[in-house]
């Protein structure tokens, strides 16, 4: 089972931007697709952006569409969230995601698609 670290969150005033990391422990990480997730205080978790295992296809919630984006680099075992023009709305706790899978064009909406979570990274970002 792969386990997953995530980083780089923080306090960041509206407009800002933040890029979170997230170190995966397993040799085999390319054959994970990759996402994150966040949850805001009350909220559900929700879906933020999901990539295959190639790097090559990506998807992204409505409300982030333009302004994040992932990434991943496989030799290094990391995906990355690079957080543009943040809003207040975006405050929430970010978790990364890993979900096996023998397709590498394969992206990963659903959370039951994704078999290992990290620990979660704080983001705040103020008015």
């Known amino acids: 089972q792969v386990q997953l670290v995530e980083s780089g969150g923080g306090l960041v005033q509206a407009g800002g931007s933040l890029r979170l990391s997230c170190a995966a422990s397993?040799?085999?990480?390319?054959?994970?697709?990759m996402g994150w997730f966040r949850q805001a205080p009350g909220k559900e978790r929700e879906f933020v952006a999901g990539?295959?295992?190639?790097?090559?296809?990506?998807n992204y919630a409505d409300s982030v569409k333009g302004r994040f984006t992932i990434s991943r680099d496989n030799a290094k075992n990391t995906v990355y969230l690079q957080m543009n023009s943040l809003k207040p709305e975006d405050t929430a706790v970010y978790y990364c995601a890993a979900g096996f899978t023998g397709q590498p064009m394969a992206v990963m909406y659903f959370r039951y698609e994704y078999t290992a979570w990290g620990q979660g990274t704080q983001v705040t970002v103020s008015s």
């Open positions: 397993r040799r085999t990480f390319s054959s994970y697709a």
């Open positions: 990539i295959s295992w190639n790097g090559i296809n990506t």
